[in-house]
């Protein structure tokens, strides 16, 4: 099995200086590593025809409507499944989530904790951020939380790989991109993309209610 992660919005508790209102984490699941190379392979040839060059990298917020939408339609045929959390930050407490490193790996552990009757010897790819120090707790981190000793192991490694050689955390970005749109009210387009992949989704879950 084959995890990708990325997130969308920022881990700012600064609400009132510009940081965004909510954070979200999005895992895309492919339970066959054949389907995610076919997939892969979609998405160079989704550039070729939108007329991209072949450098180009998949942002959502980078792209337009147009690009969008036919990003999410063409691969929405694919095999995978995604499992997104919300942070609602308005309502989040406690000293912790004012230090960057223990927030995200929270919300993480929050999408992975929702995955966990679905992994099975998964390799999780994680979109680069953060120093080495960081990247290896993150990898200890799920990798402890995820493998009970007397059960089978759901996390067999955790990884890091930049996002732009990497088609599927593109996927990744483009997922949690449309459902993020889906809480920005101030947008006339906020339903429109989260609609193409909705039959792809596994859960969406909003922390703190």
Same mark, same amino acid.
């Given at each position: 099995m084959l995890v990708f992660v990325d997130e969308s919005g920022d881990p700012g508790m600064k609400l009132e200086r510009a940081s965004s209102p909510y954070f979200v984490v999005t895992a895309v699941l492919f339970e066959d590593h054949d389907e995610a190379g076919a997939c892969d392979q979609r998405i160079d040839l989704i550039r070729r025809e939108l007329g991209l060059p072949e450098t180009v990298e998949f942002h959502f917020n980078k792209s337009s409507r147009r690009v969008r939408e036919y990003f999410l339609q063409e691969v929405a045929p694919y095999q995978f499944f995604y499992i997104a959390v919300v942070l609602n930050k308005r309502k989040l407490f406690?000293?912790?989530? =004012?230090? !960057?490193? @223990?927030?995200? !790996?929270?919300?993480? %552990?929050?999408?992975?904790q929702n995955a966990k009757p679905y992994l099975r010897d998964a390799i999780v790819v994680i979109d680069r951020s953060g120093g080495d120090d960081f990247r290896r707790q993150l990898a200890?981190?799920?990798?402890?939380?995820?493998?009970? !000793?007397?059960?089978? =192991?759901?996390?067999? !490694?955790?990884?890091?790989? =930049? @996002?732009? %050689? $990497?088609? *599927? *955390?593109? *996927?990744?970005?483009?997922l949690c991109g449309a459902v993020s749109r /889906?809480?920005?009210?101030?947008? /006339?387009? $906020?339903?429109?993309?989260?609609? *193409?992949?909705?039959?792809?989704e596994l859960n969406v879950q909003v922390w703190p209610r």
């Open positions: 406690g000293p912790g989530f =004012r230090y !960057k490193a @223990s927030f995200y !790996k929270y919300t993480v %552990n929050l999408v992975f200890a981190y799920l990798t402890r939380k995820m493998n009970d !000793k007397d059960g089978p =192991r759901l996390v067999r !490694k955790v990884k890091t790989e =930049r @996002s732009h %050689n $990497n088609n *599927l *955390l593109q *996927l990744a970005d483009m /889906t809480f920005r009210a101030d947008r /006339t387009d $906020n339903q429109a993309y989260r609609a *193409l992949i909705r039959h792809r």
